[in-house]
């Protein structure tokens, strides 16, 4: 399901912690946002209704918590990108980060012992 960058601030605060009510969500966005109650409010009412979240009644109000999981959006933001900006193959994107020195020491032997485990697999 499509999260538009405003509703992943919202899920982020959600998926590190749930359940929530909406006033606990404005005060964890407090100090990383310059956004108002309502303007949370209606990014949470936004994932409700694609399904991204759930609510339960808790008396007078909603404790909201994530269905979609923070994998699952990686992932799919993940291919998304890779699909538009390199056809899909992940060689021209580690390329294009390596042309552009974005490629660590750390990042190489990792890619490197990554590498090594799918050709072990595949034999």
């Not at 960058?5 to 006033?23: F, G, K, N």
């Not at 964890?28 to 979240?53: F, Q, Y």
């Not at 808790?58 to 890779?82: C, F, H, K, M, Q």
């Amino acid at each position: 399901m499509p999260i538009s960058d405003s509703e992943s601030v919202v899920m982020d605060v959600l998926w590190a912690e749930h359940p929530l009510a909406s006033e606990d969500v404005v005060a964890r966005l407090a100090g990383h946002s310059d956004w108002a109650e309502p303007t949370i409010k209606t990014l949470l009412n936004r994932l409700l209704k694609k399904g991204a979240v759930r609510a339960e009644r808790d008396g007078r109000r909603y404790l909201y918590s994530p269905v979609l999981t923070r994998e699952a959006w990686v992932a799919n933001r993940s291919e998304g990108v890779l699909d538009r900006l390199f056809g899909g193959r992940v060689a021209p994107l580690v390329a294009h980060f390596s042309e552009r020195g974005k490629l660590s020491r750390a990042d190489i032997d990792e890619l490197r012992r990554l590498v090594e485990e799918l050709d072990d697999e595949r034999r």
